[in-house]
């Protein structure tokens, strides 16, 4: 091979050379472009999910937490009420059923900020002011407290503070509406909360004592709640006997004449028994039905809630 055709082989092969590295550079590059637009698409697809739903005011995910994605699974399904246990752990509102600190209980997902709060305003400036695009009434957070009860709730409050602009907010004057009403269940310091002249929360009553009368008012206690088994003996099998039927709508009408929402939690979940009961609580028209089934409850509700997007109560005034 003469001195010219070596050097004609040489840069032949540095052509190749060259030519393999920019194919590997830009695979690469595209590899990681494709990487970067699927993460902006998935955040972009979560912030708005709730857009193409109809909101269900009967909805109510219990223990929310619990399902793969908390919140945007009960917002797939249009639920208007979620629910979080909360514990505070050297600060933070930890949300988990059992005690975070015990090495029995599961690694918990996240915060009541990082998994309830950041996600929802979110989701508020996405869909231009409301959780669902359109939807003109406000989602409930029910923070049950599970820790120590004025500590606890101090924290709830410096955090709902924090996201007061989509919060409904209460005052002396009355209740100002926004987007989320957070309400306080489990260990609720009652004394503590009704001395605040400002709150970013509400307090869950309990059934019989904090139904109806002055000392609750729609203001402070704008939702009721029961186990249903300390209630009623009726499980979804059979007819529901006549006299727990009339009680179960007197318990609604007393509610909802003091401008109370009604829950019953331990409701059956047994296929067939769930449905028996949740017509019966539809048709008493109960505020919130409880579940952990939530595709089953999104169908049930589209298929028998006459008014399904309409709250029975809001705001007196």
Known sequence: MTSENRMLSIRRDLNGASRLRWICVTMLLAALTAIVVAGFSSKDADSQESGGVVPL????????????RPLYDALDHGFKSVEADVWLVDGKL???????????????????ESLYLDPLR??????GGSVYRGDPDYLTLLVDIKSEDVATYKAVHEALRKYRAMMTKFTPEGVNDGAVTAIVSGNRPRAYMEAQQIRYAAYDGRIPEDLGGSQNPQTFVPLVSQNWTKLFTWQGIGPMPEAERQKLHDIVDTAHANGQRVRFWATPEVPGAREAVWRELVAAEVDYIN?????????????????PTEPYVYWNG
């Open 94 to 112: 930890v949300v988990s059923h059992d005690d975070p600190r015990l090495p029995t209980t599961a690694q918990p997902k996240g915060t009541l």
């Open 122 to 127: 979110r989701e508020i400036k996405a869909n």
């Open 57 to 68: 005011e009967r909805a109510h995910a219990h223990n929310d937490y619990e399902h793969a």
């Open 291 to 307: 579940t952990d089934n939530l595709a089953e409850l999104q169908s049930f509700l589209l298929a028998n809630d006459p008014q």
